[in-house]
């Protein structure tokens, strides 16, 4: 579904603009970064590796229990109730303040305590990243495409940046960030309008619709999160496969979200994404087969290319997912906890199997080309299999098509339009007048007939929250707050205009000079 326009008055008079106001996701990611990859002083016996090893299979395997449990228990939270949102935000705020000081203290005191640590942290960041995404779906304008890429940007200059800081500072650093991403975050919902503050309230939820490119999208996702934790789990304290710890990757990130920054920073409307879902998966490969090669700095770029190509598809699953929901009226919290706990899920899977695949046959020289091939292979296979169909991340391409449904419409736009040419002139009037776009002119005639939004829904074939957009801007530019109030001036100006005609009639009988006999 396109981005709703909105004009630079309006935009610009916010105290938080989307570029960086919403950068609070991106703080989420730098602190998910840090817990990830950040070295810390460590208990006496475990190596590095070991210690990145058990944190990353922690905090995946708690993301992925935390998304699911969350997202199901928080499915009934509506947006407008600010005091429970704002008091579980300030929980989990407090939870990953705890656990990044307990995590810091903790690789010191024992492994016991790091897990303790880790599993807070996990909690944290699985209900304020739900928050952050489901406010990009209950928006009442889609700031997603933006938003998540100037993230990623943030993201990962924070991470980048807090590797040269002295220990301290970046201890500091670590534990102010959920903080900090918790407060932009309680922030901006008093601040942009959301959709559950539309007086025509929520839509009717169309999973069946939404079933068939949510589970191409996520199983995708999946693949490709299995694979890059599989060769990311390659390590031991003499050799790593892939060094994805290393800084110069995460800046992979960057150059990510610069890209969709900067394509959805251009226009108003959503982008050709296709081009860039093509260049990620050619990345990918691209990535996978220079990682087997020890050449010097082949394993650095390998790494930095499938580090970038990740993180496009991870953003342009989120954008996609909650495109989904907004055109299908989803529940965000339930379809985007599910999508992201089986993407972590298969993250500790892989960092599982690829460190006991390289405990056991690390001095095997085929292992690294075997990992390569099966990965390029399954997603190849993916790709061919899954996404033929799919049009570049257009949600609402996958609305029904069925004939009935097209013949009901083409009868009912039929219809509308021989109703809409009686009274041209007035809806041309009130079209003007109040600068209605396009698409909210032909809502706005069938609206001044007197139909819903489900007949709307059929005759422009288009989805049931798209309509009720329409609808809500029709009135907010209208200043108006019901269909009555709508009729009302519609009917208004109608007799209004039959009186200048009227008059203009008379007029036009009283001026005009009596006619010459030749």
Same mark, same amino acid.
């Given at each position: ?11 610009? %008079? ?8 919403l ?9 998910? /970064?840090l817990?990830?990859? !950040? &070295? ?10 070991e210690f990145?090893f ?15 449990? !969350? ?15 704002? =008091? ?12 990044? #000081? ?13 897990? /303790? ?6 909690? &944290? ?17 889609n700031?997603?495409?933006? &938003? ?6 943030v ?14 500072? %970046? ?5 102010i ?34 079933r068939?490119? @949510? ?29 994805? #710890? ?14 969709l ?5 251009? &226009? ?26 020890h050449?010097? @700095? ?6 930095f290319?499938?580090m ?35 993407? @972590?899920?298969? !993250? ?8 006991a ?9 085929s292992?690294?080309?075997a ?6 292979f399954?997603?190849c296979?993916i790709?061919l /299999? ?8 257009? #949600? ?24 809409? #040419? ?30 819903? =939004?489900? !007949?709307?829904?059929?005759?422009l ?20 707050? %019901? ?8 009917d208004?100006e ?10 203009r ?6 001026d ?6 030749i």
């Amino acid at each position: 579904m396109n981005d709703t326009t909105t004009n630079d008055q309006k935009r610009s %008079s916010r105290l938080f603009s989307p570029t960086i106001g919403l950068a609070g996701f991106g703080v989420l990611l730098g602190w998910h /970064f840090l817990i990830l990859y !950040f &070295s810390f002083p460590m208990t006496s016996g475990m190596f590095p590796a070991e210690f990145i090893f058990i944190r990353q299979v922690v905090l995946n395997a708690s993301l992925c229990v935390f998304f699911g449990a !969350f997202g199901y228990l928080m499915r009934n939270l509506p947006q407008r109730d600010k005091l429970q949102s704002h =008091a579980i935000a300030y929980s989990a705020m407090a939870v990953g303040t705890i656990g990044s #000081a307990t995590l810091v203290v903790g690789s010191i005191m024992g492994i016991a305590w790091s897990i /303790f640590a880790v599993v807070l942290i996990g909690a &944290s960041e699985a209900i304020l990243m739900l928050f952050w995404l489901r406010f990009y779906t209950e928006t009442s304008e889609n700031y997603s495409g933006i &938003s998540l890429g100037t993230s990623a940007v943030v993201g990962s200059l924070i991470c980048f940046f807090t590797y040269h800081l002295t220990f301290e500072v %970046s201890v500091f650093v670590l534990v102010i960030l959920p903080l900090a991403s918790g407060a932009l975050l309680i922030t901006l919902t008093r601040d942009i309008p959301l959709r559950s503050n539309d007086p025509l309230g929520f839509g009717i939820s169309d999973w069946s619709s939404a079933r068939k490119p @949510y589970w191409k999208t996520t199983f995708q996702l999946m693949a490709m999160a299995l694979f890059f934790g599989m060769v990311q789990g390659c390590n031991s304290p003499k050799m790593t496969l892939l060094p994805a #710890a290393d800084p110069i990757t995460v800046l992979g990130a960057a150059l990510a979200g610069i890209v969709l920054f900067a394509m959805f920073s251009k &226009s108003a409307h959503k982008p050709n994404l296709g081009p860039v879902i093509s260049l990620s998966l050619l990345m990918y490969i691209a990535g996978m087969m220079l990682m087997p090669f020890h050449a010097p @700095y082949l394993p650095q770029i390998a790494a930095f290319l499938i580090m970038t190509s990740f993180i496009f598809y991870f953003i342009l699953t989120l954008i996609f997912v909650i495109d989904l929901c907004r055109t299908f009226d989803l529940n965000a919290t339930v379809y985007v906890g599910l999508n992201q706990a089986l993407e @972590y899920a298969m !993250f500790a899977l892989g960092i599982v199997a690829g460190n006991a695949l390289w405990g056991e046959f690390s001095n095997v020289s085929s292992l690294p080309f075997a990992i390569s091939f099966i990965s390029i292979f399954v997603l190849c296979a993916i790709t061919l /299999f899954l996404t033929t169909e799919r049009l570049p991340w257009e #949600a609402a391409f996958y609305k029904p098509k069925h004939g009935a449904e097209r013949k009901s419409c083409e009868t009912s736009t039929d219809e509308a339009e021989a109703e809409e #040419a009686e009274d041209v002139d007035v809806l041309a009037l009130l079209s003007e007048r109040y600068t209605l776009t396009p698409r909210e002119v032909e809502v706005f005639t069938l609206l001044s007939r007197g139909r819903n =939004a489900e !007949f709307i829904q059929n005759a422009l074939f288009i989805s049931n929250h798209t309509v009720k957009t329409h609808i809500y801007n029709i009135y907010r530019k209208m200043d108006i707050h %019901s269909l009555q109030d709508l009729l009302d001036i519609f009917d208004a100006e109608e007799a209004r205009c039959a009186q200048n005609q009227s008059c203009r009639g008379k007029g036009t009988t009283q001026d005009e000079p009596p006619t010459q006999a030749i």
